[in-house]
């Protein structure tokens, strides 16, 4: 059972760091573009106001998607109280990559709203 409790605690890891890291980016964007901290793509880096859009979509997105993948990791996760290690541990690894190219494909959709609202210099649209 421990097994069990272990994953399920690992299952979250990643939705709750989508929630923090959403609600940080949309509220307290970093004030500067760097290459340090924040939503750094050569898009997002090309002026203030592209570094500030890409900071508030990605937010607010990953605040949906944290707590969207949260929900499910959930209810995915409850069945299996009662499982084997084996079906626990490929249960753990189906919720972690669905999890994975949630965060991942997001990029796909902050990049495309990027597109859609500046030219490739910057300006908006």
């Not at 203030?48 to 993948?69: E, I, N, P, S, V």
Request: proline share 3%.
């Amino acid at each position: 059972m421990w097994f069990y409790y272990m994953m399920f605690i690992c299952n979250l890891f990643i939705p709750i760091v989508m929630l923090i890291c959403g609600f940080f980016m949309f509220k307290y964007p970093p004030k500067e573009i760097n290459g340090i901290v924040g939503y750094r793509t050569t898009m997002s880096r090309k002026n203030k106001d592209t570094w500030k859009f890409a900071h508030d979509y990605c937010g607010r997105l990953w605040m949906k998607l944290g707590l969207l993948l949260l929900i499910l990791s959930i209810i995915i996760q409850i069945p299996f109280a009662q499982s084997g290690e084996n079906a626990i541990g490929y249960m753990t690894i189906a919720v972690e990559v669905i999890q994975l190219v949630a965060l991942l494909g997001s990029i796909v959709f902050v990049e495309r709203a990027l597109k859609k609202t500046f030219d490739e210099n910057g300006v908006r649209r």
